[in-house]
């Protein structure tokens, strides 16, 4: 997509020591390069009085310090860095992610595989087939919203959403894959569970996929995942970073 048929960025009110700079109404890859290009030029600027920057697929939100800055001179500054053209983002790190895929792992595997007209291994070696794009971090601490799911195995959401899912649940919801970090309600559809921790708070860093991280799963069996559970707990990654 040519830089000209991208819709111009927008300020959006998010309260009174924040806004939101939005590149587009929909996911797109194109204004996805531009929200991190803007994140990284923000923290290249060091721009004053910024607190916190948060990534989303189409938009950025900044928290600021209303007392430290001008609020007109500070949007205006915001949308000139946002209209630069955005470079090539290079990937991130590359991480290699166990899954216990199916059973009390993923107990929608198998429905997944009947809506497609496919064999649970097949779905399973689709997914594991792909190279994911770490777009966002969201929902809760840690919880990865991937891009790259195949689209054979694109699921819409669950229309009962389950009020409890386990930490390091596997999951796909319409094109959009995830890897959720810790335990909570969710309407994606459940393929497996990882034993590697995504975000620890008593882990440097805690955060262990970052926004432009590229992800690949590998299947592992169930006899593994309590060890690599525990080890997980003692603050190992677990997960293979292979760059």
Known sequence: MAVQDLTPPRILLSGDAALTVEFSSKIDPAANRRVLALDRAIAEEGLNGVRETVPTYRSLLVHYDPIAVDYDSFCTRLLELAKRPAPDIAAGRRWRIPVVYGGEYGIDLEEVARLHDMTPDDVVRRHTSGEYCVVMLGFMPGWAYLTGLDPAIATSRRQNP????????????????????LAAPSGWNLLGRTPARTYDIQRQ??????????????????RDFAEMSRAAEAGELVAEQVA
């Open 162 to 181: 389950r009020t409890f899912t386990p930490a390091g649940t596997i999951s796909i919801g319409g094109v959009q894959a995830g890897v959720q970090c």
């Open 205 to 222: 860093p805690i955060f262990m996929l970052e926004p432009a991280d590229m992800v690949t799963f590998y299947a592992i069996p169930e």
